[in-house]
Nanobody, 123 residues
Framework: QVQLAESGGGLVQPGGSLRLSCAAS???????????MRWYRQAPGKERELVAS???????NYLDSVRGRFTISRDNAKNTVYLQMNTLKPEDTAVYYC??????????????WGQGTQVTVSS
């Protein structure tokens, strides 16, 4: 069974940094595979929003409010995506979710969500 394991959330003061990780795992030899590609977040009372994304070519895109402070990256060998978050602000407080493309062989067959990790920015 394929799944995503997120880590790195926590409590940090304004101006601080955190690094989120999302590692994909699955059954050896299975035709089902997943590739973590995106980070979303959802604050209390708000809709889930796309924070950062990358693709197989290495291109990246960011939510305007985090551009210049957050960096998304992938380690293909580890099938892991990271989100380096610097100069954190209280408005960055949210549950952060990893999102992965799911493949059946080489065919894109949907997406998989991680369980979420809480990021709280507060003094």
């Amino acid at each position: 069974q394929v799944q995503l394991a997120e880590s790195g959330g926590g409590l940090v003061q304004p101006g601080g940094s955190l690094r989120l990780s999302c590692a994909a795992s699955g059954a050896s030899g299975s035709i089902v595979s997943i590739k973590p590609m995106r980070w979303y977040r959802q604050a209390p009372g708000k809709e889930r929003e796309l924070v950062a994304s990358t693709n197989s070519g290495g291109s990246t895109n960011y939510l305007d409010s985090v551009r210049g402070r957050f960096t998304i990256s992938r380690d293909n060998a580890k099938n892991t995506v990271y989100l380096q978050m610097n100069t954190l602000k209280p408005e960055d407080t949210a549950v952060y979710y990893c999102n992965a493309d799911k493949f059946l062989g080489s065919v894109l067959a949907g997406v998989v969500w991680g369980q979420g990790t809480q990021v709280t920015v507060s003094s």
